[in-house]
């Protein structure tokens, strides 16, 4: 134990000292921060110009209904023809120029756009819907049926859903969930994709200095396997908690100092949060506080620390089996795969049927359920299900760390053979 | 006799490969044991087994008296063939750690560092990084690691190579010393002269197998030929060697000497003595040169293995 205490200190410190660590540690938070401001900056940039836009419209139908807006401005050239409208588009370097044909009623105008770049699909489609409602308009009223009558009769339906108990939930909280779960599972997936990598690199930094006999003669593999994994953890977790506070230290004092609202870049989500009617915002709020936090928390701590030594274990084993990590590039994709998995079986199966067969399993086989019990949780699971999850997951950490150190005790007769799948059979009967 | 360490019909497979074949050996305490074979003969494995960084397939090691046990290692000093240090650490901060490792507390490593820091004259490097020493300036700092836990048996796996003769000489004498305060020392190498200088004992194994082992003077005796180089000064140089040859097995042989004389090689038949020959040799000629030959180490070595091959 005491071993292990010293093998964890000096892991910790080897990774935190490491010059590139140290760097990245303060450099990422930078580079990250720059990088939204850029891009609030681009967007805003983008927006600010207005764009003018002339329209050709010779069946003098639609001109009126074209409002300029604070990206495009309308200009109407109806008076004259084509060719000459063309000529100023270009001369003035005009965005472009809508041509809309002479037409018969009841029919579709040929309607044109000349353009030297292609404009953007949200114009397109804005300019079509203008035109296309209009249309619409006109042939029902020819028709003999009253606009107004239809808007009048347009009805909305909604769906309030309740549980048998009587509490109200709504269907934004299989969102909330989802986004609970999906969140914690690329969290997972980015911190072993980063740190996994860190612990192999570790493994063979041994051999390359050839200091591995030594160690392996005054330590247990175990406790070596062991002390790398926790020891490389908690220098992650350290730069994870610095880079956490110093971006957001960080973005908070950009968005002081340069007055970029950094909030309205997301336009899209924010288009679709107003769409949310108060009532349903209200729902959210109940639904988010009913979420089991406290089991979610734990739950979401155990499976994290779980996922994360697991693959770590496995990242160790792989770095045990070779002497450099070019060799280990045959070795990643079984590592990437059931990650990916566990992200798509989460995302598929867990959100259509939280408790079907496929989520069952997956919630079990060790290597996604990390991933896929976190997504399964939010939804209510049995409490022997998270037992018996929990317990072969760290089961199979003990596993693959024992299997890590005893390819690690075979290796060191292997220097420079490259082994391939067969070799680390045999060498687990060693 | 009181042995350290007892090695009894250890033997182990790689595969096909056999690395150890029903070795067994017995290293007295207080000895400089000499550990000799060709390349790729089983010494390194022989070692790792003692280390317990493999197990043997059969027989086992006592060590003590007793059977080998995980806290053993604390007992056992190696320096492995295959050496080297974190190359990003600091040479303090490592030695601190090895020893640290071997179950010394901080203070008491430090204690020890510091008179064998001071006693190599290397005081200077506890705050240089490895990866600015040279490579026998690393080894030196290794040696310190080995040795600084005070173990009962010391292995070193060809402590000399990488180091220039000035320090592998200072090494010797530190081995030396170590010896006389009590370490029992196994020593790995195929550099004869070494084993010549320092070893009580040897063994000599060649592919898997123990060829030879026991007291280096008992087995120099044992591999002794009756053989005497002579240098002689005579009237008639060829009449003598015709006279020798029909009474003795002889050959040329070279050494130097100021005078111009016969230079021989006699071996006399079990039965007789030296001074028979010196005897029969002075009726003859001025006998300027008589020394007994006796086989060295890199002649026993070279006999049993071609012998064996």
């Known amino acids: 134990m005491r071993n292990l205490k010293l093998i964890i200190k000096r892991e910790y410190l080897a990774r935190v000292k490491n010059k590139a660590f140290v760097l990245m540690t303060f450099l990422s938070p930078l580079i990250l921060v720059g990088m939204i401001v850029l891009i609030a900056y681009l967007v805003n940039l983008n927006s600010n110009e207005q764009r003018v836009v002339a329209i050709n419209d010779e069946s003098e139908q639609f001109v009126g209904d074209f409002n300029d807006s604070d990206d495009v401005r309308f200009i109407d050239l109806s008076s004259i023809d084509l060719e000459a409208a063309k000529t100023i588009v270009k001369e003035q370097e005009y965005f472009g120029l809508l041509y809309i044909p002479k037409f018969q009623n009841n029919t579709v105008p040929d309607i044109q756009f000349f353009a030297k770049e292609a404009p953007a699909f949200g114009f397109l489609s804005q300019v079509e819907k203008t035109i296309g409602d209009k249309l619409t308009n006109q042939q029902l009223l020819a028709r003999g049926i009253d606009v107004n009558l239809i808007e009048a009769s347009q009805t909305k339906v909604e769906i309030g859903i309740q549980n048998f108990s009587g509490e109200k939930t709504s269907k934004m909280s299989t969102y909330v969930k989802m986004i609970f779960g999906g969140a914690a599972g690329y969290l997972l997936m980015m911190f072993i994709i980063i740190y996994g990598n860190m612990v192999m690199r570790s493994v063979i930094e041994e051999k390359t200095n050839r200091i591995i006999e030594i160690i392996i003669s005054s330590v247990k593999p175990i406790h070596l396997m062991l002390g790398k994994i926790l020891g490389t953890s908690l220098a992650g977790i350290t730069q994870f908690v610095i880079w956490v506070i110093l971006g957001g230290v960080m973005l908070s004092l950009v968005s002081i100092i340069a007055g970029v609202d950094i909030g309205e870049v997301h336009g899209p989500q924010q288009q679709a949060m107003e769409q949310i009617s108060d009532n349903e915002l209200q729902q959210l709020v109940i639904d988010i506080a009913k979420l089991p936090m406290l089991l979610l928390l734990v739950s979401f701590l155990v499976y994290f620390i779980g996922g994360y030594f697991l693959y770590s274990a496995i990242y160790a084993a792989i770095g045990a089996a070779v002497d450099n990590e070019t060799d280990t590039q045959q070795f990643m994709l079984p590592v990437i795969l059931p990650l990916m998995l566990g992200i798509y079986v989460g995302f598929f199966a867990v959100i259509e049927n939280p408790h079907g067969v496929v989520s069952t399993v997956f919630s079990m086989v060790p290597l996604t359920s990390p991933i896929v019990m976190l997504m399964r949780i939010p939804f209510g699971v049995a409490w022997w299900e998270l037992a018996l999850s929990i317990g072969i997951l760290i089961l199979t950490i003990a596993g693959v760390v024992w299997i890590a150190a005893k390819i690690y005790r075979v290796g060191i007769l292997m220097y420079g053979k490259k082994p391939g799948y067969k070799d680390l059979y045999k060498w687990l009967k060693y | ?309």
């Open chain 2, 1 to 309: 006799m009181d042995h350290l360490l007892v090695a009894e019909n250890v033997s182990k497979q790689f595969g096909e490969f056999t690395a150890l074949n029903d070795v067994s050996l017995e290293i007295p305490r207080g000895s400089i044991f000499g550990l000799l074979g060709p390349n790729g003969a089983g010494k390194t494995t022989f070692i790792r087994i003692i280390n317990q960084i493999t197990l043997p397939d059969k027989g086992g090691i006592l060590l003590d008296g007793h059977a080998l046990r995980p806290d053993d290692i604390r007992h056992i000093g190696y320096l492995p063939e295959e050496r080297g240090l974190y190359k990003s650490m600091k040479v303090g901060e490592q030695a601190l750690y090895l020893a640290q490792l071997k179950g010394l507390s901080k203070a008491e490593a430090k204690e020890r560092l510091k008179y064998w820091f001071e006693r190599l004259q290397i005081e200077d490097w506890w705050g240089k990084k490895i990866q600015e020493l040279s490579k026998g300036m690393a080894q030196k700092v290794q040696f310190v690691v080995t040795v600084l836990h005070r173990p009962k048996l010391l292995i070193f796996d060809e402590p000399f190579s990488g180091f220039d003769p000035v320090n592998a000489n200072l090494i010797k004498d530190e081995i030396l010393q170590l010896r006389k305060e009590g370490a029992t020392i196994l020593f790995s190498t195929h550099r004869m002269e070494s084993v010549e200088e320092m070893c009580d004992y040897m063994a000599l194994i060649h592919r898997g197998n123990k060829l030879l082992d026991g007291e280096v003077t008992e087995i120099k005796r044992r591999y002794k030929s009756n053989t005497y180089e002579v240098g002689l000064m005579a009237a008639n140089p060829e009449g003598l060697r015709k006279e020798l040859e029909e009474r003795f097995r002889i050959s040329d042989t070279e050494f130097k000497s100021i005078n111009d004389d016969l230079k021989l090689q006699i071996q006399i038949g079990e039965k007789s003595s030296p001074n028979d020959l010196l005897t029969f040799l002075t009726s003859r000629a001025e006998v300027n040169h008589f020394v007994e030959v006796i086989p060295s180490v890199n002649d026993i070595f070279i006999k049993t293995v071609t012998t064996n091959a």
